[in-house]
């Protein structure tokens, strides 16, 4: 069974404007970790934003921020004024037990300018 | 210094060789693990290792093994190269217990099975 599932395959976007990516997992732990990753077309996989699921309080990091609802497994992110550079896979992913980390099958994003 | 480096980059090779991709983190960590990414972007958990130890075999082929000789060291060997075999792997390492969860990723190796 899928533990991280991204429902957008494809995602595009005006420069500037604001954009959603949608993120729901799958888990019967009350402490974990979620994370987004991107990879922008060098492949290198880069660390965009984390969340500790004790926390209430969403993630913010400059532009980048998620909605994070515990209840309903949801972790989605947020882009604000997005920019060119921007345009990469973004990769949801879940921090099952200590030495496993589990990836959804990513969202493309494309920035017109 | 590159924190999560893996050798080679690229890598084409026939149908039957056997390879090796190398990898070693400076950063300290006790836990490291190969990712393959396949044609569609999926990054699926091949192994993970903790000070040395397999933790986690994901139903890979016998093909694949990875070896440990040092918690900074984990390498990944492969036998008898099919053409499914062709993907990105990735290695990351990370702390198991403590810090911030997340995986420092090395660049990637491309494999090309022809």
């Known amino acids: 069974a899928q533990t991280v599932t991204q429902s957008q395959p494809e995602m595009s976007v005006q420069e500037a404007e604001t954009v959603t990516l949608s993120c729901t997992y799958d888990?019967?732990?009350?402490?974990?970790?979620l994370f987004w990753y991107k990879q922008p077309p060098s492949r290198q996989m880069i660390l965009v934003i984390r969340?500790?699921?004790?926390?209430?309080q969403n993630a913010t990091e400059n532009r980048f921020s998620v909605n994070f609802q515990k209840a309903a497994k949801s972790f989605s992110l947020k882009i604000s004024d997005s920019q060119l550079g921007d345009a990469a896979m973004y990769f949801c992913?879940?921090?099952?037990?200590?030495?496993?980390?589990?990836f959804g099958a990513g969202t493309r994003l494309t920035v017109k300018p | 210094d590159t924190a999560v480096s893996q050798t080679p980059k690229y890598l084409v090779t026939q149908m039957g060789n056997d390879k090796s991709i190398k990898c070693e983190q400076n950063?300290?960590?006790?836990?490291m693990y190969w990712y393959k990414q396949d044609s569609k972007k999926f990054l699926k958990i091949m192994f993970s290792?903790?000070?040395?130890?397999?933790?986690i075999n994901e139903t890979v082929p016998n093909r694949f093994s990875p070896k440990s000789p040092d918690k900074a060291h984990l390498n990944l060997h492969i036998n008898s190269l099919e053409l499914g075999d062709s993907a990105v792997y990735f290695c990351?390492?990370?702390?198991?217990?403590?810090?911030?969860?997340?995986?420092?990723f090395g660049e990637g190796s491309r494999l090309t099975v022809l």
């Open positions: 888990t019967s732990e009350s402490d974990y970790y």
């Open positions: 992913a879940y921090r099952r037990g200590l030495n496993d980390m589990r």
């Open positions: 990351a390492s990370s702390w198991t217990a403590t810090g911030t969860g997340e995986l420092f």
């Open positions: 290792y903790n000070n040395k130890e397999l933790i």
């Open positions: 950063l300290g960590h006790d836990t």
């Open positions: 969340q500790e699921a004790y926390k209430q």
